[in-house]
């Protein structure tokens, strides 16, 4: 009876630690939304392109990055039939895996981005390449928002923004949308000092960036699991700076 104080107090002490907890994860993603609408973007824009305005990280960060597209690449063209598929590229960033996985003749992409400026970047690269079609959609949303099936989930480099459970949320959300396959890429947990001072270069500031975040692979291979998916692929995509986990999960 919520009219007893015994009983109603547990409940509405953890009701309080959830709405706390709802709070802080809107709060952070509130922050990475804004930094990708402004500093984020010019940073993340210039890096992903041939812009020679880069510093010496922001360069290997690319290099490193692209390896980590590549990869991807390599497994989807390995299992081929791509126009037979509908890819969904979750956090799609300025469309780095979406505009070449259209360009290989991709059955359906369907981009999307928390920020709307990156989608709007993404979107203006597709159309100058004459990539813009009914095959490749672009949408301004959070992961947590997306709904539908693909055949592939694909979301590269964005956990870093957010802690494991957060993450682990996501991986869960994710598999939801995939009927065969989800590819995931983050930043490993590993307590070696020169990963710690990667990623702090990666974000070097307070003023200029987000959090971010290693994740522990476990549990991120555990949350696939739950969800019915077990890993086929991994790699490591490293540059100076840049240190990135890609494991492909299949549906068992
Ligand atoms: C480091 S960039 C990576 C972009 C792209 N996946 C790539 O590899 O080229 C991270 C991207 O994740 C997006 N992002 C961060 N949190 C997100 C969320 N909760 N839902 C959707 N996108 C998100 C950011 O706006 C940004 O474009």
Redesign the pocket.
Known sequence: MTSDPQQATPGSGSATATNDASDAKTAE?EV?RAY?ESTGFDR?NRI?SESAEVNNVQRNIRLG?QK??DAVLAWLQEEGELDKRGYCD?????G??SLPLARLGAGSVFA????AA?VEEARRRAEEEGLASDRLRFAVS???SLSGSFDTVIC???F??YPQTAAEEMVRHLASLAERQLIVSFAPYTPLLAVLKGIGQLFPGPSKTTRAYQLKEEGIVAAAAGAGFEPVHRSLNQAPFYFSRLVAFKRS
């Open positions: 993603k990475v990708f993340w992903y990055h980590t597209v979750a956090g799609c960033g300025v780095s895996l999307s981005d928390l920020s990156m959070d992961l947590e590269l480099d964005v870093i923004h």
